[in-house]
């Protein structure tokens, strides 16, 4: 996925405003997903429900 798009400014600044303790419980997949794909699974939108704004 790295090879194929470049990491989004603002997708890179909110995964660096994350708690620290909510990074570490990312795998690296889910953090590669929180930064380049399109669409997240139900999961990662588990673990980041806190932090995700609904509009």
């Keep these: 996925m790295k ?3 470049k990491i989004d400014k603002e997708r890179q600044i909110s995964y660096d405003s994350l708690p620290s303790s909510v990074k ?7 953090k590669e997903l929180f930064l380049y794909a399109e669409q997240w699974p139900d ?7 806190e ?5």
């Design 43 to 49: 999961s990662l939108f588990e673990k980041l429900e």
């Design 24 to 30: 570490e419980s990312l795998t690296e997949e889910e």
């Design 3 to 5: 090879d194929k798009k």
């Design 51 to 55: 932090f995700i704004i609904k509009d």
